[in-house]
């Protein structure tokens, strides 16, 4: 049977570092009322280079881990709420910079569980034959859509991508069990982007305010804590494994109150989700890739280890997979 391996991970950060402290300068909010809240010390923001800069970055990385050449890849694809532009797509700004010219690309829109259904895109692509491999990346510069005016949402966001390099393997390694779903009746408990049809033919006038993220706190709280673990088992299940086989949880990187309900309800100990979001806050697409090249390069992922990676987001949306490394 085939299945799609995790080949190499790799991720990319703006060098520019704002603390909880930077914040309190410019709107009311406090490094204790944050951390407290959220678990969130500090992000990376742009300092002008836009998304594709962060996604092609990560895409070159991942390709040199891999030790794979540009012009034997098949498929690219990018996660992202945070384009670059509407058209072209971050997918093939990737392609282009890295010469992989014989690589189908195009990006998915699915907010911060973008990566895990671009994972998925490829996995079937990749299982039913169609393509040989993949370079996957979830990719955002949130800081341009933030409204940096308003605490209960500019404290939470920042910048980076993260990705991997998947491709067929025959050893029974890999994507084990999935579970994608959305909710799209509770579209609007969280939104970004909003472009009403203002033109030279209707009186619509453009709401710039709509522009900027706008989210229900306590109704995505409510979301996160219920789906996440309710997927999470449901994954757990069709694996026919249990809890305690799983070496590490690599959660979508949001809230780590969040996270702290999940592993409650789960009776999973805590120590096994990884968590890095006190030095980059949500990254929303990025954030799981992220994570899961941080636990790599750290070396705590061996072979045969499964990992299990979850998120949620926008839309709504969420996601779980189980990896064995």
């Not at 700004?93 to 490829?122: H, R, T, W, Y």
């Not at 009186?203 to 900027?212: H, I, L, M, R």
Request: hydrophobic fraction near 45%; charged fraction near 20%; charge should be negative.
């Amino acid at each position: 049977m085939i299945t799609t391996r995790i080949v190499a991970t790799g991720a990319s950060v703006p060098d520019m570092v704002v603390t909880n402290d930077d914040l309190a300068k410019i709107v009311d909010t406090s490094d204790e009322w944050i951390v407290q809240r959220t678990g969130i010390r500090e992000r990376r923001i742009s300092g002008g280079e836009n998304t594709s800069v962060l996604a092609i970055n990560t895409a070159r990385q991942v390709l040199e881990r891999a030790k794979a050449d540009s012009e034997q890849v098949d498929l690219i694809i990018v996660a992202s709420v945070t384009p670059d532009y509407g058209t072209p797509s971050l997918a093939c700004m990737v392609q282009k910079e890295l010469g992989c010219v014989n690589a189908v690309a195009f990006d998915v829109v699915a907010a911060c569980s973008g990566f895990m259904f671009a994972l998925s895109v490829a996995d079937k692509y990749i299982k039913t034959g169609v393509y040989r491999n993949a370079i996957v990346i979830g990719a955002e510069t949130l800081s341009k859509i933030v409204d940096w005016s308003d605490r209960t949402t500019c404290v939470l966001f920042g910048d980076g991508a993260g990705g991997a390099f998947v491709e067929a393997s025959t050893e029974g390694d890999g994507i084990l069990a999935e579970e994608l779903g959305s909710k799209g009746e509770l579209c609007e408990i969280l939104t970004e982007g909003q472009t009403l049809c203002a033109n030279a033919f209707n009186e619509v006038s453009p709401d710039e305010a709509a522009y900027y993220i706008y989210m229900d706190g306590r109704a995505v709280f409510k979301f996160a804590t219920k789906m996440v673990v309710k997927s999470a088992a449901n994954v757990i299940e069709q694996a026919g494994i249990t809890a305690d086989d799983i070496a590490y949880v690599v959660p979508h990187q949001a809230n780590a109150r969040i996270i702290d309900v999940v592993a409650h309800k789960l009776k999973m100990d805590r120590e096994k989700f990884y968590m890095n979001m006190d030095r980059y806050g949500n990254t929303s697409s990025a954030s799981v890739p992220m994570a899961l090249n941080e636990l790599n390069e750290k070396g705590l992922i061996h072979r045969g280890d499964k990992i299990m990676l979850t998120g949620f987001g926008g839309g709504m949306t969420w996601g779980t997979m189980l990896v064995q490394w």
